[in-house]
């Protein structure tokens, strides 16, 4: 009788280990296989991972060269910019270097900025453009940013930051060390949009946008976040520079974010007041510009962020002698 016990917990033991095994195989064939998919066929990892490399390169221009600027933001500024025409009506004046990841907001970006300047980029001004509601949400976008922007002690500051759980902790980790777990949601939707037709456009009618608090409570989330950001950049020798891209119905939220960075000692750049735009300059959404309205949000951008950053320019060269 106990040789047969002993020969059950044997066999019990072998299964387990065997499954362990295969469990670990399914893992690493899983992983393997994202981070294939991913370089092979993620134009949004291609676009981040050579815009984010050629930003962390940047150094300091020369003197009488053109200043180089680092301009960051999500999709507001990636439809309502044609970033071509912007480089070609501004060469002269100042170089760009820009990232721009959807989905994004104030956190993606402040720890972003963070790795950057710790890797070396050294931009003279920094210009950052997400949008107001995007500024003041309590959140990171959970694929691309924890493995593109952060590191693990970056990872950590962020859930804190965020007051996560232990399971929101846990998955931010995963997001970041993980290729597979990082990308899942990104692999399913790509699924999803071969199976289901026009499955970005009901996403878009399901997706709420973040709300804009009012009075005191948004100047309690705005001015303190606009400093931290401001103190950072300027601890590495930058200006910081916020553009405030328009949506619709927007100039009760821009004005309120205009004020708040005055008082946190940030500049501002408002190159189309929104109450300008019809709803005919915007996509069916709402919130982004289509091609005429990024036409004219070129446009006015290309003549106000100039003078803001050659000035800025300028006066630290006096400041330096």
């Known amino acids: 009788m106990p040789s047969s016990i002993s020969d059950s917990k044997s066999s019990a033991l072998t299964y387990a280990k065997a499954l362990a095994g295969i ?101 003279q001004v920094v210009v950052v453009g997400v949008g107001v509601n995007y500024f003041l949400e309590n959140g990171v976008r959970q694929d691309y940013a924890p493995m593109l922007f952060f590191d693990t002690q970056d990872t950590l500051a962020v859930a804190s930051d965020l007051h996560l759980d232990r399971t929101a902790t846990s998955n931010l980790l995963l997001a970041h060390s993980s290729t597979f777990w990082d990308t899942r949601n990104a692999i399913r939707t790509q699924v999803l949009n071969h199976v289901v037709p026009h499955l970005e456009d009901l996403f878009s009618l399901v997706n709420s946008v973040p709300a804009v608090p009012e009075g005191r409570a948004f100047e309690e989330i705005a001015i303190p976040r606009l400093q931290r950001m401001r103190e950072l950049c300027e601890a590495h020798g930058a200006k910081l520079i916020l553009i ?56 006015a951008l290309a003549k106000d962020l100039p003078e803001r950053v050659v000035t800025h320019d300028a006066l630290t060269s006096r400041l330096v002698r």
């Open 23 to 123: 469990c670990v195989i399914l893992m690493i064939a899983a992983e393997i296989s994202s981070i294939y998919l991913l370089k092979h066929n993620s134009a949004t990892y291609a676009r981040i991972s050579r815009q984010y490399d050629e930003a962390a390169k940047m150094r300091r221009a020369g003197p009488g060269e053109p200043p180089n600027v680092l301009m960051v933001g999500n999709s507001l500024l990636l439809h309502g910019i044609q970033l071509d025409r912007l480089q070609a009506l501004t060469s002269s004046r100042m170089h760009i270097y820009p990232i721009f990841l959807e989905a994004t907001g104030y956190y993606d970006w402040l720890y972003a900025l963070r790795r950057l300047f710790r890797e070396g980029a050294r931009p």
């Open 244 to 299: 405030v891209p328009p949506t619709l119905s927007s100039e009760s939220a821009v004005s309120q974010m205009a004020s708040a960075a005055r008082t946190a000692g940030v500049e501002v750049s408002v190159p189309i007041d929104p109450a300008a735009l019809s709803a005919n300059f915007y996509q069916s959404d709402g919130m982004h510009l289509n091609s005429e309205g990024a036409v004219l949000f070129t446009s």
